[in-house]
């Protein structure tokens, strides 16, 4: 035994190798990162199980580790067919429905799953002709007290499900986590007590017993309750700290001037900004005078303006000098983003801040020429992808950072930038996914949000379908008649994969290819292969409904030459239907591009398919948006298809997202998470308890800005901030 071992010595921050022996502490850094007794603390049970139940096996998603009570039915030995040994077959149940257990080797077994023996099971859930199994098996059978005087205790009692892997079972986390807290001593508090006694909380070391070692169904909710409002509270005392350490910055102030670049492009704009441009843009004016460094995001749906809105800040930037890194997520969008500039600044303006474009395919002179520009600070509007963050890259006076498509970018890569200017620069990122207030606050609540609802008037407006190959699968032809009468009509369509050749899916944007996070789409239909674009291509070139269209390709693996070919050639007309990847999803403007058909649509998430179809019915041509989709109605994954094409309104659209991504299923679904970064708390469902843990950090942060007297909140916040950085921001 050593010294830790001892109850009451262990603090939050003590080592698992020191509490647990090597073996088990190394098994769970290897499977789920935990390091400290924080770590394996914060490993909060699933869900809980209690012995007198059975989970529905039917239920079971296929080929995900599960961990279920049930019932052993039946046990058989059998003798291997080509090899020495023994196979033991045990059946287990829920009183329905049957799972298969298989042992190779291991008779022994027989003896303790008995006909009737209730336990824990954990395996792999898959299917072999036809019959369901669970792969290397693994179980702890509930000690038999069925006599018990006791027995509806028994039964009750709650068995914490943790996530699990294939390697630490649930019972094994259990175990760990009760050698832990067995050591553990006090610990302090992260909520002042105020807080706790007003919003009426247990303890954090009661809640700590009462969400790992339950006697009662009430322990653990109540334990619950309590660690979802610190992790509230931790999150945004965090989140708000860092946001008034920011602004306890100081930076240069960029301000236009009454007849300066700024006022002299909104002289000769051909239109009148929309009242939310103007206030968004009047926020943004304020936030570059301030003298503190801008951090502020604007969200508003495809073509609302706010890449003109940004523009006017860079005008204004520029009065002083001062130079704008405009970072675009592709090189096409780059590329794009250059042109539509110099276009909006018009030849005069464009003459003067040079707007120069730096990506990673350059031809070297050019490249060289560049970054001279930039260096020099002749060129006041510096456009380009991630290889603006290269080493090589410099800027004179470097004022203003513009991120577009935030989702695609990281802090860090936000942060890169940040260090080039020698006075923090202002950041304005831009993003067309629309954030529910709650999102907004949690994953960038050290930003300030603008948003912009308006869309400049005069849009002929989209109308959206569905195409349920499932129950409908005739309509697939019509889809490539509805395509060649828009193309007749002398519109345009884009076709959208999600993959470019049959299995293998777009690179750059396979994250968002797969189920939504943390759901199960085991109850999908049977894999049909991905719709792909060289597949698409070759079906459309023999389709009697396409004759004579001229059909290209566009996807990630073309050179940034072929595909900004290819989307000129589309621009111009010399295309008529566009068979593409994502590539094409953000910013993309083609204004008569009428039609927009997406295949496979189930496999992209509900921006994602916003976005897409906001690339279409941008001109003065109506849109027509055709989700093509295999998955069979009632499954969640033709839900999101479904609301997609019920409204074009992006909040309501987020709204609905968060809706359907909420932890429904108690089952499957990301058994094995491992460290995540929102563990209790479910923005979704959430809101109003992130509210008001905002009010009070804010509260609290306002009376004592460094939380003097609170350590125990700034430890916590330390430990956030480290598991913060590293993993949540980034994926945001
Ligand atoms: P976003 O970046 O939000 O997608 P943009 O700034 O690119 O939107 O604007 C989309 C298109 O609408 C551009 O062609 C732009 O010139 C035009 N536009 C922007 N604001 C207005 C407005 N107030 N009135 C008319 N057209 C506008
Ligand atoms: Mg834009």
Redesign the pocket.
Known sequence: MSAADAPGRAGLDTKLDGLLGGRTSGALKRAFGHVTAGDLLGHYPRRYARRGELTALSELPLDENVTIVAEVLEVRERSMRQRRGSILEATISDGTGVLTLTFFNQKWRAAELVPGARGVFAGKVTSYRGARQLAHPDYELFERSGDDPDAKRWAETPIPIYPATSTIASWQVAKAVGLVLDALGDVDDPIPESVRTARGLVGFREALEGVHRPEQERDWSRARTALRFQEAFVLQAALLGRRAERKARRTVRREAAPDGLLARFDDVLP????GD?RAVGAEVAKDLASGMPMNRLVQ?????????VALRAMLAVAESGGQTALLAPTEVLAAQHLR?ISR?LGPDLSAELMPTLVTGQLPAAERKRALLRAASGQARIVVGTHALLGDTVTFADLGLVVVDEQHRFGVDQREALRVKGAEPPHVLV?T?TPIPRTVAMTVFGDLDVSTIREL?GGRPGIESFVVPLAERPGWFGRVWARVAEEVAKGHRAFVVCPAIEAKQVEDADAVDLGPADGESEASGAPPVPLASVLDVIARLAEAPEMRGLAIAPLHGRMSSDEKEQAMRAFAAGELDVLVATTVIEV?V?VPDASTMVVLDAERFGVSQLHQLRGRVGRGSVPGLCLLVTNAPEGTVARERVDAVAATTDGFELARVDLDLRQEGDVLGSNQSGGRSSLRLLRVARDGDLIVAARELAQGLLDDDPVLASHPALVAAVRRRLDETESQFLNKA
Do not use: R
């Not at 239109?271 to 929309?274: D, G, H």
């Not at 508003?300 to 003109?308: A, D, F, I, N, Q």
């Open positions: 239109f009148e900004l929309t441009q508003g749906e495809v073509g609302s303006g706010k890449t003109l539509s909006v831009l067309a400049p910013g403007d």
